[in-house]
DNA sequence: AACGTTCGCAACCGCGCACAA
DNA sequence: GTTGTGCGCGGTTGCGAACGT
C-alpha cells in the first residue's frame, strides 16, 4: 500500500521524453482507498457498467485516475472477487497452471474462480515460491534445485527461451517431486518446452479438421499457429486440473498425432514465439494463426485475453 | 515495553497491444 | 502508415501488521 504522500520513484524525476504516469496529475488521490471511495465506485459501475476507465472517475466523481479505479474493482469491489484463504485444491491448481503457463497470471486466474491475477501472483511470491524452494524446486522451472555449480552462471539469460530443448532428458532431471503435479514426456514433447522448463519454439498444431479455420494465407517467415485444437487443448488443462493423469496423457497423445510441425521457422523468425512463455507483449502472431489456449475455445480465460492474444476477433466466435 | 526485522498484500508503474481516426 | 487513446498485463514498491529479540 502506498501512503497518499509518497512520491513513486518515477514520478520523482521522470523522464522528459516519456509521459508521467496519470496518477501524478495534481489533484489526484493515490494510495489506499476509502471505504467512502470504494462505494462511490461500486455503485457508479454497478449502475453504469465497467469499462470506459480513463473517464470514469470524473464521471463518478472520484479524485482518482482510471487505472487506479479499474485495478479497485478487478481486485477488490468486483462482485464474485474470492478473497482470503486459498485452499489446498486451489494452490495445487495454482503449482499445476504455473508449470504449464509459467508467470501468467491473469491466465491462472482464469481457470481459479473468484481469485485475481493480484492475489494469485502475491500469493506465488509470498508462499508458493518458497515452499517450492524448500522442497528443493525451482519456482521458475519446477525442476529441481541444481547446487552443483556450472560452467555458466545463473543469470537471466539463462531464463529466456532456449532453442534447445531438453525434453528428452527432462524427467531423468526431474524426479517429479511433487507427486501431483502430471509431468510427461509427452507434454514436454507437445509443448517443446525448453531446458528452463518454459515452454519455447513453436508449438505448431496442424489443424485441418477440427476448428475449420485454418484456410488463410500462411506466410512461411512468420511463426505461425495452424489452427487451433481448441478442444483437445481445453481439455487437456482441464485434465492437468482434474488431476486426471491418464486423460490428460491421452489428450495430448490426441493433439501430439495432430502436430503438423515442430519447426526451426521459430528460430528462423526470431525471439521466442510461443505466447505461453514468450511475453504476451513481445509475441506476434502470424495472420491466420492462434494459439490454443489463447482462443476464446478453451474457457477460463476471459475476453480480453482472448482479445489480446488473438489476431482475428472474427475467431472468437 | 521498546525496538528491530520480516512478511503479506494493496497499489502503482512501465510497457505493449488493439483499435480507431 | 502514423498517431492517439484505452486497456490490461507482469513486475515492483513500500506501508503496516506480525513476529522476534
Known sequence: MRHPSQASTSSTSPPISKPTPCCTKVGLKRGPWTAEEDEVLGNYIRKEGEGRWRT???????????????LRWMNYLRPNVKRGHIAPDEEDLILRLHRLLGNRWSLIAGRIPGRTDNEIKNYWNTHL??????????????????????????????????????????HALNPNPNPNLVTTALEDQVLNKGNNGYYHGSVILQNSDVSGIGNEEQDDDEINYC????????????????????????????????????????????????PLMSHPSTFAFGAGWENPIMSSGYNGFNQ??????THDPARLE
Not at 56 to 70: F, N, Q
Not at 304 to 309: D, R, Y
Open 304 to 309: 480480453n485475453e482472448t482479445k489480446k492474444f
Open 129 to 170: 515460491s518458497k515452499k517450492l524452494i524448500s522442497q528443493g524446486i525451482d519456482p521458475r522451472t519446477h525442476k529441481p534445485l541444481i547446487t552443483t555449480t556450472t560452467s555458466s552462471p545463473p543469470s537471466s539469460d539463462q531464463d529466456k527461451p532456449s532453442s534447445s530443448s531438453k525434453a528428452t532428458n527432462y
Open 227 to 274: 489452427g487451433t485444437d481448441d478442444v483437445f487443448m481445453s481439455s487437456f488443462l482441464n485434465s492437468l486440473i482434474n488431476e486426471d493423469g491418464f486423460n490428460a496423457q491421452h489428450q495430448l497423445h490426441q493433439m501430439s498425432s495432430s502436430i503438423g510441425i515442430i519447426t526451426a521457422a521459430a528460430a528462423a523468425a526470431g525471439g521466442s514465439s510461443d
Open 56 to 70: 470514469l472517475p470524473k464521471r463518478a466523481g472520484l479524485l482518482r485516475c482510471g487505472k487506479s479505479c479499474r
